[in-house]
């Protein structure tokens, strides 16, 4: 059974910084390459950052570069987001997905509201 399960989100004060993970089961995961997305409401889904199957190259929407990172771990099977400089417009649910080929898997999601 596949599963992609996140964590570490919250409230945090604009300006500060949130560290996402997402624990991934159930398929190979280093054969994947793993996105984290968000929704916030009112506002189409953005793909917000991506990593290649071997870590090593990572693609950010415009609005982020600079004060995101994305990283993976393939030993432990977990993905990560490193959120710094948050800014109210962060506000989001935030989503991991991992793709490979026509296979797409999602998590649940877990929320981030930056607000002071």
């Known amino acids: 059974q596949v599963q992609l399960v996140e964590s570490g989100g919250g409230l945090v004060q604009p300006g500060g910084s949130l560290r996402l993970s997402c624990g991934a089961s159930?398929?190979?995961?280093?054969?994947?390459?793993m996105s984290w997305y968000r929704k916030a409401p009112g506002k189409e889904r953005e793909l917000v950052a991506t990593i290649y199957s071997n870590g090593r190259i990572t693609n950010y929407a415009d609005s982020v570069k600079g004060r995101f990172t994305i990283s993976r771990d393939n030993a432990k099977n977990t993905l990560y987001l490193q959120m710094n400089s948050l800014k109210p417009e962060d506000t989001a649910i935030y989503y991991c997905?991992?793709?490979?080929?026509?296979?797409?898997?999602w998590g649940q999601g877990t929320q981030v509201t930056v607000s002071s």
């Open positions: 997905n991992a793709f490979r080929l026509s296979t797409n898997y």
């Open positions: 159930g398929f190979t995961f280093d054969s994947y390459a």
